[in-house]
C-alpha cells in the first residue's frame, strides 16, 4: 500500500479498529520487537536458500495503477567502457519494505530497523484456500490460532508471512485485480495486531501489494502495526516452496538513511 | 568503481594486464560461480548477526566525488496520513553491488545473478596493515596465498573479501583520499583474477569505493573480474567483526531488471 498519487488523507478517515489496534500495541511504539536477547538464531543446517523477492521491472504492477520505477541509461559500455543505470522511484515499488516511518510521524526509518530483527524465524501461515474463495479475504486471528494448533506457538522475534498465493500474479492485471474501481486482493485483517504484538513478532509480509486488503480505505492493519514498531514486506514471492515452520528469513531491507521503506532482497533459508 | 561523470573510454585504456586476465577467465565467462550442487550450505548453528551495510546517506561518499544519491519526500504523514519518498540515483551508491554487466557488453544483469551464488562463505582477508603502510595498497596472490596457509583453501563458491580498514573512513574526505588529482584507497591487484577464478569464486567484496585501487585508471580487476562472469560488492562495513573464515555471507543484491548493480542490504551470519 504505497504509491504516491492515491489515498490522500488517510488518517482522516481512519477506522475505529484502526486506531483501537494502534493504541492497543503502543506499548512496544519504536521498539521493534526482536528475539530475546542471547538466543540462537538458528540451530539446524541451511540446505537451501529460497529466492522470495520479484524481479522489479518497470511495469511490475503497482498499488495505484501507475508506474512507480524507473530506469534510464546513463553510461553504456560500447561508448563508455562500462555501464550504469540511473533509477527515479517512489520507496514503495516490487517487493519492497514498509518501515514504521511509513505510517507514523515518528517511527524508525528504514535505515533504523536493527539488523538483528531482519534475521529471524519465517512463520508462512496459508490462507490459499480461503483467498481462491474470496479475493479480497482478510487474515484472522483465527487464522493465527488455527496454524498455532498444528505448528506450535509463533517464536518472539518471527516474520509471520500470508501466503495467500497472489505471488502467481504479479505479472498481470489480476495483482492488482480491480473490480470497477475497488481492488480485491488478501491482506492482514486490523485485529490481528494485538494477537501480532502479543506474541512479540518483528515483522510481517504479504505476497500482495499491501498489508491491508485490496478493499481497506482505512488502512488499519498499516496504522497498527507499522504505528506500533514494526516493519512489514510487500509483494514477496515463493512462500509456497516454504514450510510452515522452520525457515529462517534474511530480510533485506535498505539501509537508506530517513527511507520510509523501499526495494530489497529478501531471502529464506531453509 | 562506478558514478556516472567519470571514467569515460574505459575499454580503450584497458592495461595489457587486465585484458589478460579477462581472456584467461574467459572460461567461466557467465557462468556465475557457486557451491558445488547437493553440497550444505551451513552445517554450524548461527548465532550472530552482522550488518555490513553502511547507511547510505545523500552526502555518502562517491567514487568522482559528486553526489549520485537523491530523496525527496513526496507524501507526508502529516498531511496525507503516510509518508513517502522518492529516490533518484546512480545504481552504484553507497554499500552497493556490480554486476558482470557492469564491466561487459553481454554480461547477467543483477536480476540474473543466481540467489544461490549470493548466499556463501565468507572469506575475510586482512590486508589492514599493509594498508595502513601504502594507502593505494592492492591485495596480490601472495595475500591469498598467506591467508590460504593460515586458513585453508578458499572454498568453492566463496566470497572473498577485502578488509583494509578503509570502512572507518566512510564518513569523510579520507575515504576517497585525493592526493592531487589521484585517489589513494586499496583494492584488489588485477593479477589476482585467474587466482580466485580458480578457486572458483563466485564474488569479492571490498570496504572501499571501488574493486580496483584508487590510482587505477585502467580498472583491470572490474574489467577482468566482473568481464568473467563473477559479482562484486563496493564499499562494505565491520568487517573486521568477523572471522577469516566461517561467516556465511547473505548478499542483498537488489533484483532489478536490467540493472549494473545497486544498493543493496550486506548481512554476515556467524
Redesign the interface.
Given at each position: 500500500m504505497?504509491?504516491?498519487c492515491t489515498?490522500?488523507?488517510?488518517?482522516?478517515?481512519?477506522g475505529r479498529r484502526g486506531v483501537f489496534a494502534a493504541a492497543a500495541a503502543g506499548a512496544t511504539l519504536l521498539g521493534l520487537a526482536s528475539r530475546p536477547a542471547g538466543a540462537?538464531?538458528?540451530?539446524?543446517?541451511?540446505?537451501?536458500?529460497v529466492?522470495l523477492?520479484?524481479?522489479?521491472?518497470?511495469d511490475f504492477p503497482t498499488f495505484d495503477g501507475a508506474p512507480a520505477?524507473q530506469?534510464e541509461q546513463?553510461?553504456a559500455?560500447?561508448r563508455?567502457?562500462?555501464?550504469?543505470?540511473?533509477?527515479?522511484?517512489?520507496?514503495?515499488a516490487?517487493?519492497h519494505f514498509d518501515s514504521p516511518?511509513?505510517?507514523?510521524?515518528n517511527g524508525a526509518t528504514v535505515?533504523r530497523i536493527p539488523?538483528?530483527s531482519?534475521?529471524c524465524p519465517l512463520v508462512v501461515i496459508d490462507v490459499r484456500q480461503q483467498a481462491a474463495n474470496a479475493a479480497d479475504y482478510q487474515l484472522t486471528p483465527e487464522d493465527i490460532a488455527r496454524h498455532e494448533a498444528s505448528h506450535g506457538r509463533i517464536p518472539a522475534g518471527a516474520c509471520v508471512a500470508m501466503n495467500s498465493g497472489w505471488d502467481a500474479r504479479a505479472s498481470g492485471a489480476g495483482f492488482r485485480n480491480l473490480d470497477g474501481n475497488v481492488m480485491r486482493f488478501p491482506g492482514f485483517r486490523p485485529d490481528t495486531v494485538p494477537v501480532l504484538t502479543e506474541r512479540n513478532v518483528a515483522g510481517v509480509a504479504v505476497d500482495t501489494l499491501s498489508l491491508d486488503h485490496g478493499p481497506s480505505s482505512t488502512?488499519g492493519f498499516?496504522t497498527g502495526w507499522l504505528g506500533s514498531g514494526h516493519w512489514g514486506i510487500e509483494c514477496v514471492a515463493n512462500l509456497g516452496a516454504l514450510p510452515p515452520v522452520g525457515a529462517?528469513l534474511?530480510a533485506?531491507?535498505?539501509?537508506?538513511?530517513?527511507?520510509?521503506g523501499?526495494?530489497?532482497?529478501v531471502?529464506a533459508?531453509a
Open positions: 504505497c504509491d504516491a489515498m490522500n488523507r488517510v488518517a482522516t478517515t481512519l540462537q538464531i538458528r540451530a539446524t543446517p541451511i540446505s537451501r536458500v529466492d523477492t520479484h524481479t522489479l521491472r518497470v520505477f530506469m546513463a553510461m559500455f560500447a563508455d567502457g562500462y555501464n550504469v543505470n540511473k533509477f527515479t522511484y517512489f520507496e514503495h516490487g517487493t516511518f511509513h505510517f507514523s510521524a535505515d539488523v538483528e531482519l534475521v488502512f498499516h529462517t534474511v533485506g531491507a535498505p539501509k537508506i538513511a530517513g527511507a520510509t523501499g526495494h530489497g532482497r531471502i533459508l
